[in-house]
């Protein structure tokens, strides 16, 4: 009697799947006897709306698509576990489900929230003298996890968004007649280390983003309209990178200003802007003229159809050790990814303790950031270029990715 | 002394380098002299900002990549050629130039302007009695183009934009728990071709949007916060999908009405909006739910990196026809894909009256729109699913899709 427990929690990533099916072949190979899956994270648990992922999971194709789905296969939630004094109710029953279900290991896959969650089950059950282990994986495009090299989801996003840099500065040079400036707008609220990556799109073939600004940096309105106008000076199209974060020194949101006094349509209706949409007007009021915001919105965490392949190799990896190390009867610990090499690029799997990662977030270093903090530097260039290369391109079914999906 | 021109005009596409590149290579085939490129299209052929593509294309590899370099490899213009008897100093100059470079095949790839161009100059051609020939080669992502079944470019864009509909919808079912309206806005002033292919998304693995609005049906506001209701009521992820184009039954396009009342934020600036990002804000008023606006923007028509194959095949097919015709002595056209066969799918490359297209616009039939103008129909996905079939992966190198410059 060893049955296995996996959820997925959190916001979605490409790759948060392939973790999940780590889990499930390593805790098969290690003679689980079964896997369940909940529903919707601990939340749904909590509703006991588990699946079998053996019924599900039946050959070699289901789980190879299963790898190449993005967004969480069996749903996610963003449920804040209680503290233990406070509500043990809510860890009781927990633990009396887990018991009912006959579950020895409980593998979470999520970011800083979902480890909170490991580390406070985990606590519970030592406290309680519970033989249950429970142990995290990776996950979040954020790259923002501490004692991990990086985190699974990262690289797939960082493809993507050098990718759509690529090609969106490909389709604004075709226009060298006309100024234009661009802000492309990317996910990370305190972390920058998805914007940097817009820094990958430079090469031989392609002049990348002009300008990159973290939310590691105070933004000052005043220095970036002056290196706008500088950059129109000597070039018509002009690419800045933003992050959705970015905030002056005051720790006022860039995006709160657009906000500070909505407008009021037509019909009434309050009016909503994002950062990169405000940056434009600004920059059309200053210098004139025409701007495009492109905002890459949820794109940048679903688009498997780009995934790295090394991303997927580590999420799956990172998953296996996960369950492995609760099956051997670890517990409080999430898998981490260690830079074992630099050239060639080697990425090692171990554990670390979760007291560690729970709500700490590891920010983009200042010295990977350039002096006037609009752009990175080479070592970000060098510690990210590993984590894009090799291609996982998707099962095409009539033209389109197929996707594995829970009815 | 057989000497080509070609050029490239108008908004870029995934494809309208393949179109170049079939010019080029049937050109060779057919025995051409030189092959010339001008840069940024008319416009730049005005300033002599000639390139020999012979000498740039001096591999099969070459002309591969070209193939899969989204956005116009020569440079575009929107430059509108005026009329002849207006301004007949310009036609004066641009046939010396032609003669002064011993061309007599004039090829330009392009939409309904560039459509246009071709038109006048070879009227004037006639009229003046120049053996110099010009023909057409048509793309646009808009699909809006008479008398061609398809254009190149939009197989491409509606490939993309199925795909990221469905992983954006993947993305968002993972939170059944919490009500979010998504909004994707697709491009489209007046044809809704392209925000109909959110369609294709529709399938085994994926519900894909709940609601389609197209610029071809007026937008009642009403009825669409009525529809939204009833959907909130079955389920809690909705994902919309709208043209920037849609406008109500005055004409007044949706958008203007998010800017009729413009906000000026804690600087004083003037914001800026678009459909999409309007429509949640009215839907956010409405029912007080979570929503999200998804722009995709320029990406729709530069994602080489998700190009459709057929699109590829035919691009590269209707240039070829093009300098074929031109230099077999025909002037006045452009190249036109026919749906020769439906079940398999087969398209013959035919050509046109250039008259008949210039200044023409092709829109989504009335009986391919739901009768509530909030969907489309089977007949538009039978039309549009052969068109997105077959995968041009991009040349990779060093984790990102590799493209042919022109320095």
Redesign the interface.
Known sequence: MKNVIVG?SGG?SSVINSSLAGVYCRAKELGADKVYGMR?GI?GFLDERLVDLGEILKSEAEVEMLKK????FL????FKLPDAEKKPEVFEKIFALLNKYEIKVFIYIGGNDSMDTIRKLADYGLATGSEIRFVGAPKTIDNDLAETDHTPGFGSAA?FI???A???I?????????RTI?VMEIMGRNAGWLTAAAA??R????PGPDLIYLPEVPFD?NAFLEKVGALLKKKNNIMIAVSEGIHDDKGTFICE???????????G?????GTA??L???C??KFGCKT????L???Q??????A?QTDVDEAFASGAKAVEAALSGRTALMATLNRAGEDPYRCEIDLADVHYISNVERLVPREWISEDGDDVTEDFVRYA?PL????S?PV??????????LK
Not at 75 to 78: A, F, V, Y
């Open positions: 997925q979605p919707n939340q789905t993005p967004a969480a749903g996610s939630c963003r493809k050098a990718t759509m690529k090609e969106a490909r389709d604004e040079v075709v226009y060298s007649t006309n661009y990958l799109a090469g031989e073939d392609n309105m200003y657009a906000a500070a006094d909505k407008a009021v349509d037509a019909f209706h309050k009016q909503m802007g949409t405000y434009c007007s600004v059309e009021e495009r915001a492109i905002e919105s949820t794109l965490r679903c688009a498997a159809h780009l790295s270029l894009i290369q090799g291609e391109w095409m079914e009539n033209g389109l990715p197929k996707h594995l999906v």
